[in-house]
């Protein structure tokens, strides 16, 4: 599925991402003071400018609330009632009879019942969770008064049956015992109550404060210069903390968001004039700005999430992967500015931006200089590790320049770092989806797609051979000639390949498939040249449906541009001088060529095609064919849509002189043995 564009400006999606990235910042003002322990003040004099708090640090804190709750005691609730129920089924089951044992046995068991239910009976799983816990004592609440009770007093039902057997005296048979069923009247009366035990819990939690002295309106905090203490770095931190949870008025608020949409359209705008002076070809294309300023929004989508909601840390969101598919789509300056933007924009939402725009730069440069083509996955994997690399070198360096202390390194960084390369290897999947959304073609595609045994280069090969092993040579030409202007050579390259498959429609009828007989010889020289030109809207329908990628389809179409069959034109108006001339059934439908590496492939094809009909391939005759090629060709306005210069085109034509006297060098004659010459002669 490719996405539709229609007629929608180039300039609403500018405005659009930018409004969108707008209203996702965080509305709450920065504080504008970076600070480090053990680093001097590096601004003015700072007062107070209200009463704040000192907060302690969340581990203080922590620390405080875990010694707090060792003293806390869980609340269990006795209920008084079970232990007279019980005692009343045991009288009632005797004088029923169904307890058939004399009655010191029931005096015995009652006896033993009282203190087991007045110290407690809880569950088993209640007991084993208190042990867990290393809980020594409980509060257990009767008739809503609670009593400190060890947790050695307390029985199970177990136990309890066990203590009575254990503990009856010794004129007691401890079978009869058994035989009254003693675990019928155990029932546990002790309850965890957690909506008590929570609310106390609770109550203690809050009790731990969470500052440990005051600053006052207008006190000195810090000046220039001052080493950065630890008792100063508290006060610095819980001024920021303070500021950036204070709840500000409306007016404070609009001039934020007007702030915070200045500075992110002022960034746009520097990306629209980034492409308006540089790189106009993908300005004006909706769809590769389109594409460029959804790389921008989607990562500013990804930090919002990450920061606003505390899903992860930051760095663990491949940021390098937008230079990477920029790069494999278009160029490295592009890959690199684009780069740039969204690290700046998502720096004014990240936490220590400073810290964040220095490792997420670095990273940027190292896929620009590491990554000039993404055409295999070891290059990939290659890349992704020079990222890992600067990312964990920088950060060390950054830590030790600001905290001097390896101790104080946070050594998670570098697993999140590890997550990151791991996410940049998804990109090769990342590429393909891309390319099937927009059309795009990767080194990668180009690399399978020029290997000939694919299925429509094996056809083209068996059902036209001539045209096959032309395309070859075209293909040879062409990359060469590409690569010397600074061009595309894997794009060409693949492009050549393919540009001539409509011939397998009429394969006979092109010159490099005859052998005897030439089928243009029955037929008039419009039907040949209209055979001749199907050749190009054939090849369009075979590559459509083959699916190939558009950027291929282009060389397709534009191979013979708006150019004419000269051939045939010239034997029309030379047989019929007289005749008025239908141009249009004599040229190619076009377009002409538009980039560089569809203009070499025309001039390559043509040489190419034209050099087969040289009588001799000496130096001279090779320059003379390419040079009058290529300038009939300029002199048709074939290449006024291309950006092609002067020196590209001679740069081409050296080229081109120099790979066909390689291609139609004279080989040396083999000698023929002396007996095999004399033999010959008897």
Same mark, same amino acid.
């Given at each position: 599925?490719?996405?539709?564009?229609?007629?929608?400006?180039?300039?609403?999606?500018?405005?659009?991402? !930018?409004?969108?990235?707008? &209203?996702?910042?965080?509305?709450?003002?920065?504080?504008?003071?970076?600070?480090y322990?053990?680093?001097?003040?590096?601004?003015?004099?700072? +007062?107070?400018?209200?009463?704040?708090?000192?907060?302690? +640090?969340?581990?203080?804190?922590?620390?405080?609330?875990?010694?707090?709750?060792?003293?806390?005691?869980?609340?269990?609730?006795?209920?008084?009632?079970?232990a +007279?129920?019980?005692?009343?089924?045991?009288?009632?089951?005797?004088?029923?009879?169904?307890?058939?044992?004399?009655?010191?046995?029931?005096?015995?068991?009652?006896?033993?019942?009282?203190p087991?239910?007045?110290?407690?009976i809880?569950?088993?799983?209640?007991?084993?969770t208190?042990?867990?816990?290393?809980?020594?004592?409980?509060?257990?609440?009767?008739?809503n008064?609670?009593?400190?009770?060890?947790v050695?007093?307390?029985?199970?039902?177990r136990?309890?049956?066990?203590?009575?057997?254990?503990?009856?005296?010794?004129?007691?048979?401890?079978?009869?015992?058994?035989?009254?069923n003693?675990?019928?009247?155990?029932t546990?009366?002790?309850f &965890?109550?957690?909506? +008590?035990?929570?609310?106390v819990?609770?109550?203690?939690?809050q009790?731990?404060?969470?500052?440990?002295g005051?600053?006052?309106?207008?006190?000195?905090?810090?000046?220039?210069?001052e080493?950065?203490?630890?008792?100063?770095?508290?006060?610095?931190?819980?001024?920021?903390?303070?500021?950036?949870?204070?709840?500000i008025?409306?007016?404070?608020?609009?001039?934020?968001?007007?702030?915070?949409?200045?500075?992110?359209?002022?960034?746009?705008? %520097?990306?629209?004039?980034?492409?308006?002076?540089f790189?106009?070809?993908?300005?004006?294309?909706?769809?590769?700005?389109?594409f460029?300023?959804l %790389?921008?929004l989607?990562?500013?989508?990804?930090?919002?999430?990450?920061?606003h909601?505390?899903?992860?840390?930051?760095?663990?969101?491949?940021?390098?992967?937008?230079?990477?598919?920029?790069?494999?789509?278009?160029?490295?300056?592009?890959a690199?500015?684009?780069?740039?933007?969204?690290?700046?924009?998502?720096?004014?939402?990240?936490p220590?931006?400073?810290?964040?725009?220095?490792?997420?730069?670095?990273?940027?440069?190292?896929?620009?200089?590491?990554?000039?083509?993404?055409?295999?996955?070891?290059q990939?994997?290659? %890349?992704?590790?020079?990222? &890992?690399?600067?990312?964990?070198?920088?950060?060390?360096?950054?830590?030790?320049?600001?905290?001097?202390?390896?101790?104080?390194?946070?050594?998670?960084?570098?697993?999140?770092?590890?997550?990151?390369?791991?996410?940049?290897?998804?990109?090769?999947?990342?590429?393909?989806?891309?390319?099937?959304?927009?059309?795009?073609?990767?080194?990668?595609?180009?690399?399978e797609?020029?290997?000939?045994?694919?299925?429509?280069?094996?056809?083209?090969?068996?059902?036209?051979p001539?045209?096959?092993q032309?395309?070859?040579q075209?293909?040879?030409?062409?990359?060469?000639?590409?690569?010397?202007?600074?061009?595309?050579?894997?794009?060409?390259?693949?492009?050549?390949?393919?540009?001539?498959?409509?011939k397998m429609?009429?394969?006979?009828?092109?010159?490099?498939?005859?052998?005897?007989?030439?089928?243009?010889?029955?037929?008039?020289?419009?039907?040949?040249?209209?055979?001749?030109?199907?050749?190009?809207?054939?090849?369009?329908?075979?590559?459509?449906?083959?699916?190939?990628?558009?950027?291929?389809?282009?060389?397709?179409?534009?191979?013979?541009?708006?150019?004419k069959?000269?051939?045939?034109?010239?034997?029309?108006?030379?047989?019929?001088?007289?005749?008025?001339?239908?141009?249009?059934?004599?040229?190619?439908?076009g377009?002409?060529?538009?980039?560089?590496?569809?203009?070499?492939?025309?001039?390559?094809?043509?040489?190419?095609?034209?050099?087969?009909?040289?009588k001799?391939?000496?130096?001279?005759?090779?320059?003379?064919?390419?040079?009058?090629?290529?300038?009939?060709?300029?002199?048709?306005g074939?290449y006024?849509?291309t950006?092609?210069?002067?020196?590209?085109?001679?740069?081409?034509k050296s080229?081109?002189?120099?790979?066909?006297?390689?291609?139609?060098?004279t080989?040396?004659s083999?000698?023929?043995?002396?007996?095999?010459?004399?033999?010959? !002669?008897?």
């Amino acid at each position: 599925m490719k996405i539709k564009y229609r007629t929608i400006p180039t300039v609403v999606f500018f405005v659009l991402t !930018a409004v969108v990235i707008a &209203y996702l910042f965080p509305r709450e003002g920065k504080f504008r003071y970076q600070f480090y322990e053990g680093k001097p003040w590096r601004y003015e004099l700072l +007062t107070a400018p209200s009463d704040f708090p000192i907060y302690k +640090t969340d581990q203080e804190i922590k620390t405080e609330r875990d010694s707090v709750l060792n003293t806390f005691e869980p609340y269990y609730r006795k209920n008084t009632v079970i232990a +007279t129920d019980e005692m009343e089924k045991l009288k009632a089951s005797f004088h029923n009879g169904n307890i058939a044992v004399s009655l010191p046995y029931i005096h015995y068991i009652e006896n033993s019942l009282t203190p087991l239910y007045r110290n407690g009976i809880l569950t088993h799983d209640d007991l084993e969770t208190l042990r867990k816990e290393n809980q020594t004592r409980i509060k257990l609440l009767e008739n809503n008064i609670a009593q400190t009770k060890h947790v050695s007093d307390l029985f199970t039902v177990r136990t309890a049956y066990e203590f009575i057997i254990n503990n009856a005296p010794a004129n007691l048979n401890t079978d009869s015992l058994r035989s009254c069923n003693i675990d019928n009247y155990l029932t546990e009366n002790v309850f &965890y109550d957690k909506e +008590t035990s929570t609310k106390v819990k609770e109550d203690l939690l809050q009790s731990v404060p969470i500052a440990n002295g005051m600053i006052q309106a207008g006190e000195r905090i810090v000046d220039r210069g001052e080493i950065i203490d630890n008792q100063t770095y508290n006060v610095l931190r819980s001024l920021k903390i303070v500021h950036e949870s204070k709840a500000i008025g409306s007016r404070q608020m609009a001039l934020i968001a007007g702030a915070q949409t200045m500075l992110v359209f002022g960034l746009i705008l %520097c990306f629209w004039l980034y492409l308006h002076s540089f790189r106009s070809a993908i300005l004006y294309s909706r769809k590769n700005t389109f594409f460029l300023l959804l %790389c921008i929004l989607g990562g500013c989508i990804l930090t919002e999430l990450c920061v606003h909601h505390h899903l992860f840390n930051v760095y663990i969101l491949p940021y390098a992967i937008i230079p990477i598919v920029v790069r494999t789509f278009f160029d490295s300056r592009t890959a690199l500015f684009t780069h740039l933007i969204v690290v700046l924009l998502c720096s004014l939402m990240a936490p220590y931006p400073h810290e964040f725009l220095v490792l997420q730069t670095i990273a940027g440069m190292v896929v620009t200089f590491s990554l000039k083509d993404l055409s295999e996955r070891s290059q990939l994997i290659r %890349c992704a590790f020079f990222i &890992y690399l600067s990312y964990a070198l920088c950060y060390v360096s950054l830590a030790m320049y600001l905290e001097a202390d390896l101790n104080k390194l946070n050594r998670l960084m570098l697993l999140y770092f590890s997550i990151n390369f791991i996410l940049l290897m998804f990109t090769y999947i990342l590429v393909y989806m891309l390319e099937k959304t927009f059309g795009y073609v990767s080194g990668i595609t180009l690399i399978e797609l020029s290997n000939i045994n694919k299925p429509l280069l094996r056809k083209l090969s068996e059902e036209a051979p001539g045209t096959f092993q032309h395309s070859m040579q075209v293909s040879i030409l062409a990359s060469d000639a590409v690569e010397k202007i600074g061009g595309n050579a894997s794009l060409v390259r693949t492009g050549a390949l393919y540009h001539d498959i409509g011939k397998m429609a009429n394969p006979a009828f092109f010159t490099e498939n005859q052998t005897n007989v030439n089928p243009h010889d029955k037929i008039t020289f419009e039907q040949s040249a209209q055979i001749i030109i199907g050749h190009v809207t054939e090849g369009v329908k075979i590559a459509e449906k083959a699916a190939l990628p558009e950027a291929i389809i282009d060389f397709i179409r534009t191979h013979h541009g708006r150019g004419k069959t000269k051939y045939f034109y010239t034997m029309f108006k030379n047989n019929y001088p007289n005749k008025s001339i239908d141009e249009e059934m004599f040229t190619y439908p076009g377009p002409n060529p538009f980039s560089k590496e569809t203009a070499v492939l025309m001039m390559a094809d043509s040489v190419e095609a034209a050099s087969r009909s040289l009588k001799s391939h000496s130096e001279e005759d090779i320059k003379g064919l390419v040079f009058g090629i290529i300038d009939s060709q300029l002199a048709d306005g074939l290449y006024k849509d291309t950006p092609l210069t002067f020196r590209d085109v001679e740069n081409i034509k050296s080229i081109f002189i120099d790979k066909l006297k390689i291609m139609y060098h004279t080989r040396i004659s083999y000698p023929v043995p002396s007996e095999n010459r004399s033999n010959g !002669a008897r």
